[in-house]
């Protein structure tokens, strides 16, 4: 049997202390967005508990962080980094239409 990699913590929720079973990755995730919005894990946890619908606060966290980090890769989102816009980032304009540079590689 293979040992779950979730890690579980404790946090204060909109209805009180619980904790949640998230993937280490999700965990730094959070940590990062907490940073960049200066704001407490407590505070954004309770903020994606309000806005979030069907399937539970585990779900509602991993949608959230994959949603927050989409939208900073946008060219949008490159743009207001400050960051360079060459290759993908340049050709593409999120309509899923490019001018032929080549896709980057996906790896599982």
């Known amino acids: 049997m293979v ?3 979730l890690v579980n913590r404790n946090i204060t929720a909109s209805k009180g202390r ?3 079973r998230l993937e280490p990755e999700v965990w730094d995730a959070l940590r990062e967005i907490c940073l960049r919005e200066g704001t ?3 505070d954004l946890i309770q903020r994606i508990e309000k806005s979030a619908g069907a399937g539970g606060r585990t779900s509602a966290v991993r949608v959230y962080v994959l949603t927050y980090f ?3 890769a946008t060219n949008e989102g490159h743009r ?3 960051q360079a816009l060459d290759g993908y980032a340049a050709n593409h304009d999120g309509s899923g ?3 032929g540079a080549p896709e980057p590689e996906m790896h599982s």
């Open 3 to 5: 040992a779950s990699r």
């Open 18 to 20: 619980t904790s949640m």
């Open 70 to 72: 989409r939208t900073a």
């Open 97 to 99: 239409k490019h001018d």
């Open 80 to 82: 207001g980094a400050g």
């Open 40 to 42: 407490e894990l407590r």
